[in-house]
């Protein structure tokens, strides 16, 4: 058996094995001076360093006098897979473009599709994998990859293939979960024909792509797919064995956020410009609503109405948005500067999107998320003595040490 201990801890930890909602996602526990065993990757023990049981010999210790202790941080929402890049696009957004006019006259998501669609599965695995390397220095042990670059049944399951490739490397460093996102954009060849590829999605794609993913997420947007499309692709999915999730009112307000309720989504996802009915209707269904202020900000856009949602009892998870377009950014550091700078979010609430809710947005809080026995092993050292200086060191790493399911897997000296 491998034990891994922890001692001398500043612990801060949301608790519990669903998501946070409203004034419960401030509410976290503190241990000062506390002890963590980690056995076979399983957290056994999580206490005062009074009651921490006797050490066995020679097993690994890691005395953290002096710093603060976080769980894990969850990325719920990411697109790590893409073939080429896009800062052509960047710089006509710099100079006034629109994030959707690009994307009409044939650039945006389609670029990166047509890039992806010529690479190996190997050559998106390695390229992930350098993403993900980076994300563990920041102290995520739970990422969430999407595909959505194919836009047709082989590439969209090549994509799937290298998310597997990289979630079963025995060495990960984190955890991966994959999601279908074969409705992220309607294709150059069906332009036009939107219903035609929403047919192909329902009689080919998703049947596809069966068991090879734990959720579908569609792209619910004016011009891409509206409500209606989006409903039949979600019902087939489910019906499919899909958990679902929307990308959902970031453009404009469609009511995405509402169709997220109606079909019984897990999260609805960036929200900048969801409804009052929309937050009540989430609120409402426990949808957790996925909070992006990465892309936010990257596109000039409004952020994410944090505390509407709050204030409506719901559960807010926060994530990055990782993708070569809209948001080219996977760091955490800003994330919760942003969210507590802009959004208005606590420095406890913030912890709490990053770590229980977020694992909830993927459905795997009753996993990871929190330092509690029976969960994983996966834990942030931070450079500093408590949480509470986070935001305060805007942007900057403040990661000592990262443990993923119970493996020291980064140490930033
Ligand atoms: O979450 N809006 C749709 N999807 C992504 C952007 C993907 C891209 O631009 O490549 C998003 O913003
Ligand atoms: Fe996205």
Known sequence: MSQLRIINANISTPTGTTARKGADMA???????????????????????????????GCEVIDAKGH????????????????????????????GDSYMSIMERGGGIQSTVNATRGETTEAL????????????????????????YGLET????????????LADRPDQKL?????????????????????????????????????????????????????????????AAREAGFELKLHADEIVTLGGAELAAEVGAVSADHLLHVSDEGVRRM???????????????????????????????AAVALATDLNPGSCFSGSIPLTIALACIYMGMTIEETITALTLN????????????????????????????????????????????????????????
């Open 283 to 313: 609120a409402e269904r426990g949808v957790v609503a996925t909070l992006l202020p990465l892309t936010a900000f990257a596109l000039r856009e409004p952020f994410a109405p944090a505390r509407k949602f709050i204030d409506a009892n």
């Open 175 to 235: 955890r991966v979960v994959s999601t279908f996102l074969g409705a992220h954009a309607v294709p150059k060849e069906y332009k036009g024909r939107t219903s035609e590829y929403v047919d192909l999605m329902i009689r080919e794609m998703i049947p596809a792509a069966k068991g090879k993913a734990r959720f579908f997420d569609i792209f619910t947007e004016k011009n891409v797919f509206e409500i209606e499309d989006s409903r039949r692709l979600l019902n």
């Open 27 to 57: 509410v976290l526990s503190h241990i000062e001076n506390g002890g963590i065993v980690i056995e076979d990757g399983i957290i056994s023990f999580v206490g005062p360093m009074s009651d921490m049981p006797e050490a066995p010999a």
């Open 68 to 95: 603060a202790v976080l769980p894990g941080f969850v990325d719920s929402h990411t697109h790590l897979i893409f073939g080429g890049y896009r800062p052509d696009e960047f710089e006509w957004r710099l100079k």
């Open 358 to 413: 977020g694992a909830a947005a993927v459905g795997l809080a009753a996993e990871t998320g929190s330092i509690e026995t029976g969960k994983s092993g996966d834990i942030v050292i931070l450079n500093f003595d408590t949480y509470r200086s986070l935001p305060y060191y805007v942007g900057m790493n403040c990661v000592r040490t990262v443990i993923s399911r119970g493996r020291v897997v980064t140490e930033n000296k």
């Open 154 to 165: 082989g590439t969209e399951l090549k994509m799937l293939d290298a998310i597997d490739t």
């Open 125 to 148: 695995v390695e390229k992930a994998q350098w993403f993900i390397d980076r994300m563990s220095e920041m102290g995520v042990t739970t990422v969430e990859a999407k595909s959505g």
